[in-house]
Each structure stands twice: as structure tokens, then as C-alpha cells.
């Protein structure tokens, strides 16, 4: 089972907490910082243990997750460590420097439906290619 660390800024626990249910349904461990960091541990010592074992990061990415003080070493360490980076992209926002060309996963202004689609397709690119695909020409 893929283990995948979800980074995430405090103030979109919410959205924290949807897309880690939806990674674990599709059989992936999440490691949350509020599910998983037990009160008066070592944060910078859970963080450094959750970066070192997971597979791949996933970062709700917004305009609170950009600006906060903490969240770009985060990244960067996985980044140096060459996990797999997933952004998932909740406002409105444009990641700079490194995570620019990183494909995001568009969850802004998504339904819930379309939302979860996304979020399967990005941990399982096989999922998108089982569906059938439109004719996309002239319907009459």
C-alpha cells in the first residue's frame, strides 16, 4: 500500500480531511498531520519521519498553503528527496518557482462528483483509461 503525505496549510483542514478520505479509498495510507501527530509530539520530528517514509506528497495548494511560513519546506524537502509531488489545487491560485510545472489536480470551482473523478484519476491514471470516452464530432 502507497503511503502518501498530505501537506496542507491549517486553514484548509476541511479540505485536508475530504481529499485524504478520498486518497484512502482508493487504497493509499494518508498521513495527516491532524489524524496522525498525537498532542505533544515532536512536530518537526513527525515531519521529517512522515517525509522520509511516504511515496509520493500531496499538497492542498491555495492561496493560504503559498503564503504560510512553514509549507515550502515541506515541498522542498520532498522535492529533494524526489517523491512524486501532487498538487491538488483548491482556490484560485498559481503555484511559483518549483511547483510551476507541476501538473495540479483542478479541484476549484469542481461538484463534489467531478472532484472525486479527479482525484481518483490523479492516483490511478489507469481508472481514466477503463471509462469509455465520448465520440467527440458532430452529434446529431
Known sequence: MKTIFLS????DLAWAEWVGQEIEKKNAQVILQHWDFAAGANFVAKMHEALQTCDKLAIILSRNYLSARFTNEEWQAAFALRHRIIPFRIDNCEPPGLLAPIAYVDLFGQTEE??????????????RRSRPVPFPGRRR
Not at 496542507?8 to 486553514?11: D, L
Open 8 to 11: 496542507y496549510n491549517g486553514n
Open 114 to 127: 467531478e472532484a472525486r473523478r479527479r482525484i481518483a484519476d490523479a492516483l490511478d491514471p489507469k481508472d
